[in-house]
């Protein structure tokens, strides 16, 4: 099973690009990686998801190397309502397995 | 936009007693998904539905955890007896099918036990 490690926590001012890297240094070949944020006392909302190299979408970047044995979340240009948690998932493919990172606490400060 | 929905929000009771929560997924979504989230950590999955039928159980404590979905809509998770450990917000997810990487996640049940 991957396990996934990210950072504790980050801080940021607003207007900053955030960079939240994951480290899943077993994932499987067929294993894909998704983020999602979490505001307090709410689900985890789905962000991004990627395979490998980069992907993009109107929130969102995941920047995934070629070993695949991490990645990287960049939100551009952070706002107040982006402090948040933020986990990385791997899903298991072949096991159902789904594991959620530690998690990652975002502040944006003004 | 289609939610998942979860009842009650939130659950107050005396350990030894029995509680039970609601989950109802998106329209169309086959696959179900029940979550516990300790405070300050990530949701570790305690069940897992592909309809009707239980796909991953393995995490689910079964000597006082049980789920059902019965019908292969809604879902309901039951603890009997409540422990003090069992305080945490308990999540409900749905997707289109089994490893389908973008789950929708409820609102979550916050259960405190006395």
């Known amino acids: 099973l991957a396990k996934t490690t990210q950072p504790i926590s980050m801080d940021s001012y607003e207007g900053q690009e955030v960079n939240i890297t994951c480290s899943h240094n077993?994932?499987?070949?067929?294993?894909?990686i998704t983020w999602y944020q979490q505001f307090p006392s709410q689900g985890p909302r789905f962000i991004i998801q990627?395979?490998?190299t980069k992907v993009t979408n109107e929130v969102a970047s995941l920047f995934i190397p070629a070993d695949r044995k991490s990645s990287t979340l960049s939100l551009p240009r952070v706002s107040l309502s982006d402090t948040a948690v933020y986990y990385c998932?791997?899903?298991?493919?072949?096991?159902?397995?789904?594991?959620f990172g530690t998690g990652t606490r975002l502040k944006v400060l003004a | 936009e289609a939610e998942v929905a979860q009842s009650p929000r939130y659950k107050i009771t005396e350990k030894s007693q029995a509680v039970a929560f609601w989950c109802d997924p998106i329209?169309?979504?086959?696959?179900l998904y029940w979550y516990r989230q300790i405070l300050g950590q990530g949701p570790e999955l305690l069940v897992q539905?592909?309809?009707?039928?239980?796909?991953?159980d393995s995490q689910l404590p079964k000597d006082r955890f049980s789920a059902e979905r019965l019908k292969g809509v809604d879902s309901t998770l039951k603890i009997q007896p409540a422990e003090l450990g069992d305080s945490a917000m308990y999540l409900c997810?749905?997707?289109?099918?089994?490893?389908?990487?973008?789950?929708?996640f409820g609102p979550g049940t916050r259960l405190l036990v006395l």
């Open positions: 997810a749905s997707s289109t099918r089994l490893l389908q990487e973008t789950q929708y």
């Open positions: 077993n994932i499987a070949t067929n294993d894909y």
């Open positions: 990627g395979y490998k």
């Open positions: 998932l791997v899903v298991a493919s072949g096991t159902y397995k789904y594991i």
């Open positions: 329209s169309g979504h086959a696959t």
């Open positions: 539905f592909q309809d009707e039928s239980v796909v991953d």
